[in-house]
């Protein structure tokens, strides 16, 4: 269970003292738009990751709105709340709420955030090191700020590739203004990720981009992200099926899923009883998927499901689904739903190019088809469903193999960690305000929700 401790204490600034950085202990700072009980699982696991090791961790957050933009019961937004979860300082800040695609709409939810989140500043000055989760890459602004007054360095765990994932999002339409926007991200991005101490992208394409780009080589590592590991049941090698094909795809059912050609190839096996595909999740496009596949023989949405219930639907699948749209950007992106069915040991068909399908193939953990070719991923489903089931099971073998090697939640936090460590060892000791001891936590309730 997490447990919250509820304070709306205020800044006492004539507790500020000056102090000199501590050595052995740290203070890192994990500043993310999302924390629990957000479904968000890397800055809390990187978190808790971090007071494993010994040091000292508070975050800086948003209230918890995500996935469905409305603010969680329980909370109610205001300046100098904070709460322990799980042994941490959660310290949150009020901003927009709002999940919307309206661009001005989505710029306030991101900006309302990074201008709140300076107000914990006296909660941060002792800082060796912030880490900053960069989804949205605004999320970051406060660490930005923070370095360059008061010197704190910060690495930067890069998840999507800005400008590319605003600009080809389609959110910023594709004229004048998505071309300004563009050049006005790329001149701050410029800033943000070269006078950051460290990037963590998340495929070696990101990281060749990145370095491309400008950024320093020997300050960008590759770390890739970790499953739910506690909602996931491994597949066992005899429960593949004898007979026919069961697909899963499980994630947003949104624009870049290239969803509506999944449904196109699975159409050409109406006919055949033995081929089975179920989709669960919820999206933007989910009404327009369903029409599409209206009158399927084959096809199920299963709507919204659980971590939990996702991990059951992967022991009944022969395949995991992990498909987008072919957009440049695309083949430095590991989609989080790969590693999930890596972790349980199921193969998958994809359709991303670049890292995904080279992990793939290097690894024999699946089958790779052409993004937004129908004739291409149903002749991918066609393989698949003229596969044995011991054929099946080594791939799914494969498949758990790729990510304990490459993806397990011990192998990349303690990566993460490692760098952090680094980063504030090699930071010249300096001066600053000690942080603000009023700023605490000072009653107990118990959440209710699950770590």
């Known amino acids: 269970m997490m447990k919250r401790i509820v304070s709306n204490a205020l800044f006492n600034t004539s507790n500020g003292l000056f102090a000199t950085r501590r050595r052995g202990k740290r203070h890192v700072v994990v500043l993310s738009q999302f924390y629990r009980p957000e479904p968000h699982k890397f800055p809390p696991g990187v978190a808790a990751a971090v007071a494993e090791a010994g040091h000292r961790v508070s975050v800086v957050t948003g209230y918890p709105n995500r996935p469905g933009g409305k603010l ?37 939810n991101f900006l309302t955030f990074s201008m709140s989140a300076l107000s914990v500043t006296p909660a941060v ?113 005899d429960s593949f099926s004898n007979n026919g094909l069961r697909l899963l795809y499980a994630g947003n059912l949104g624009r870049m899923q290239d969803l509506e050609t999944v449904i196109s190839a699975a159409r050409r096996f109406d006919e055949n009883t033995d081929f089975q595909l179920d989709i669960a999740g919820g999206g933007l496009l989910e009404d327009d998927l369903r029409a599409a596949a209206a009158g399927s023989s084959n096809t199920r949405f299963l709507g919204k499901l659980s971590l939990e219930d996702v ?11 992990v498909t987008l749209k072919d957009i440049p950007i695309f083949r430095t992106t590991v989609p989080s739903k790969l590693q999930s069915s890596l972790a349980a ?18 690894y024999d953990a699946g ?23 011991t054929q099946r099971a080594r791939m799914g073998a494969n498949a758990q193999r790729l990510y304990a090697e490459k993806m397990s939640h011990a192998s990349s936090t303690s990566k993460i960690v490692a760098m952090l460590d680094g980063v ?6 300096r001066k600053t305000l000690e942080a603000n001891a009023s700023y605490a936590p000072t009653s107990h309730h118990d959440s209710g929700v699950k770590a």
């Open 125 to 237: 000055l002792d800082a060796d090191v912030v880490y900053a989760y960069a989804t949205p890459a605004t999320a970051a602004i406060p660490a930005q700020i923070w370095h360059k007054l008061f010197g704190i360095p910060y690495v930067l765990h890069v998840q999507d590739l800005w400008p590319e994932s605003v600009t080809d999002s389609g959110m910023l339409g594709t004229g004048p203004v998505n071309r300004v926007a563009a050049a006005m991200l790329r001149f701050w991005l410029d800033r943000l990720y070269g006078n950051a101490a460290g990037l963590i992208a998340i495929s070696p394409g990101m990281q060749r981009l990145l370095v491309e780009r400008g950024y320093r080589e020997d300050r960008c590592a590759v770390v890739y992200n970790w499953a739910a590991e506690h909602a996931i049941t491994v597949k066992s090698g």
């Open 424 to 429: 504030a060892s090699r930071s010249a000791p």
């Open 345 to 362: 040991g199921v193969p998958v068909i994809t359709t991303v190019q670049g890292d995904v399908a080279d992990l793939i193939t290097q």
């Open 72 to 108: 969680y019961s329980g909370y109610r937004q205001r300046f100098r709340f904070s709460e322990v979860i799980d042994g941490i300082v959660v310290h949150r800040v009020p901003l927009v709420v709002n999940h919307s695609r309206k661009a001005l709409e989505r710029v306030a």
């Open 311 to 321: 991990g059951k639907r992967y022991l009944e699948a022969d395949f995991q689904l």
């Open 367 to 389: 089958i790779v088809a052409e993004p937004e070719n129908a004739e291409s991923l149903a002749q991918a489903f066609k393989t698949a469903l003229n596969m044995s089931p």
